[in-house]
């Protein structure tokens, strides 16, 4: 029987475990573990990391845990007040908070994509949180976005790392995503280029560089003072819950967070496979009669059933029946349950099998490999059967979050 929520909340990328993992899992001391927040190598490799990514940042004000749901615990354990979180946002963000006794509260994001707040809209929220006694202080946002896999426009962002400012909010950007684009021409920012003395950026590696089974993540703090004193405490954390990575895995994370070739070359070939079934599975779900915007990162995306006989609990468990595995209801992300609105996880149409992913990760054409057509037949099938009769609107004319703008 599967818990309520689930705890497998997050898309799963599909991807085989490379080789180049497991050679250095082996090679790791097998026993024991980091110190709280990460060690001196791991840390030294989540420099570079951050470097070449334009946010500078010394091993002092770095840590790593395992798994982003540890770190934002730690982050928020760390300061005083509530969480923040966009409307919909990832399924295992507010939940967090009831952890520690704070508060969540959600504020809608935009229709046209990503998952950062509309800055009207969370400037509204916090007025309203703090006059019925809350405490609104930290706000987690992701500009590369998990339920929609789309992304949010550097307009907008700046706008509403403006209105958190002026909110007196700080900040945790998760960029869990923002390796995963699909196009080379999408621009994504940070938060931490725009209010760097206020904003934490955090990135889960299962979606990128380790295999989704293993919990790794890395936390940025700012270099200020009070980054350093907000890093201190949230490593107290750390250490009062013993989270920590094992010493097996440490190895493994530093090497791939070095980067090198063999390691970005995977990359590459992933970041190409999620954008090509990212496109495939859009055009299956759009042609059996569901509203949805086109993916531009991760590998996931957010359509809208056309039924008017379902909501989103109700399309979660007629889809999950249908397709033989879990689809989750945009209830889950905290959005409207009355929508028939799901999240459809494309990692899930490589294949079950290390040996069906490598195929298809290798493949000129991944939509042509047989078992992953028969997927994507079943998944046009699933929508067609519940969608409604008749024509459908453009995306774009919906006023759905998942629909369009």
């Given at each position: 029987?599967?818990?309520?929520?689930?705890?497998?909340?997050?898309?799963?990328?599909?991807?085989?475990?490379?080789?180049?993992?497991?050679?250095?899992?082996?090679?790791?001391?097998?026993?024991?573990?980091?110190?709280?927040?990460?060690?001196?190598?791991?840390?030294?490799?989540?420099?570079?990391?951050?470097?070449?990514?334009?946010?500078?940042?010394?091993?002092?004000?770095?840590?790593?845990?395992?798994?982003a749901e540890a770190l934002v615990v730690a982050l928020l354990a760390a300061v005083d007040g509530d969480l923040v979180t966009g409307r919909p946002a990832a399924a295992w963000?507010?939940?967090?908070?009831?952890?520690?006794?704070?508060?969540?509260?959600?504020?809608?994001?935009?229709?046209?994509?990503?998952?950062?707040?509309?800055?009207?809209?969370?400037?509204?929220?916090?007025?309203?949180?703090?006059?019925?006694?809350?405490?609104?202080?930290?706000?987690?946002?992701?500009?590369?976005?998990?339920?929609?896999?789309?992304?949010?426009a550097p307009e907008l962002l700046h706008e509403t790392c403006e209105a958190a400012a002026e909110a007196g909010l700080l900040i945790v950007s998760d960029e869990t995503y923002s390796d995963t684009l699909h196009h080379h021409d999408t621009v994504l920012l940070s938060p931490a280029e725009m209010l760097p003395d206020h904003t934490v950026v955090i990135t889960d590696l299962g979606a990128t560089l380790v295999p989704v089974?293993?919990?790794?993540?890395?936390?940025?703090?700012?270099?200020?003072?009070?980054?350093?004193?907000?890093?201190?405490?949230?490593?107290?954390?750390?250490?009062?819950?013993?989270?920590?990575?094992?010493?097996?895995?440490?190895?493994?994370?530093a090497y791939v967070l070095g980067e090198p070739p063999e390691v970005t070359d995977r990359t590459a070939a992933a970041n190409r496979l999620h954008a090509r079934m990212g496109a495939a599975a859009y055009r299956a779900v759009t042609e059996a009669g569901a509203s949805c915007r086109p993916p531009k990162a991760g590998f996931q995306l957010y359509p809208t059933l056309s039924s008017h006989d379902l909501d989103a609990a109700g399309a979660e468990e007629r889809l999950s029946a249908l397709l033989g595995?879990?689809?989750?209801?945009?209830?889950?992300?905290?959005?409207?349950?009355?929508?028939?609105?799901?999240?459809?996880?494309?990692?899930?149409?490589?294949?079950?099998t290390e040996a069906e992913r490598r195929t298809v990760l290798a493949a000129?054409?991944?939509?042509?490999?047989?078992?992953?057509?028969?997927?994507?037949?079943?998944?046009?099938?699933?929508?067609?059967?519940?969608?409604?009769?008749?024509?459908?609107?453009?995306?774009?004319?919906?006023?759905?979050?998942g629909g369009g703008a």
């Open positions: 029987m599967r818990p309520d929520p689930p705890y497998d909340v997050r898309p799963d990328p599909g991807l085989p475990v490379p080789d180049y993992w497991a050679t250095r899992m082996t090679g790791g001391s097998g026993s024991g573990a980091e110190p709280p927040g990460g060690g001196p190598r791991l840390l030294a490799a989540a420099a570079g990391y951050w470097e070449r990514r334009g946010l500078p940042a010394d091993p002092p004000h770095l840590a790593a845990a395992p798994g963000q507010a939940g967090l908070a009831g952890l520690l006794g704070r508060r969540a509260y959600t504020a809608p994001t935009p229709a046209e994509g990503g998952g950062v707040p509309d800055p009207f809209a969370l400037l509204e929220t916090v007025r309203r949180a703090r006059a019925g006694g809350g405490a609104p202080r930290l706000l987690l946002l992701s500009a590369a976005d998990d339920p929609s896999g789309t992304v949010t089974t293993v919990p790794a993540a890395l936390a940025r703090f700012p270099a200020t003072d009070h980054g350093t004193a907000w890093r201190r405490r949230a490593v107290a954390v750390l250490a009062a819950q013993r989270t920590v990575l094992s010493a097996s895995v440490a190895p493994a994370v595995r879990p689809v989750l209801g945009g209830h889950r992300f905290g959005d409207d349950p009355l929508e028939p609105r799901v999240r459809v996880d494309t990692g899930t149409l490589h294949g079950a000129a054409d991944p939509a042509a490999v047989p078992h992953v057509a028969a997927a994507l037949a079943a998944l046009t099938s699933a929508f067609a059967e519940l969608s409604a009769s008749g024509p459908v609107g453009d995306p774009a004319d919906s006023r759905s979050r």
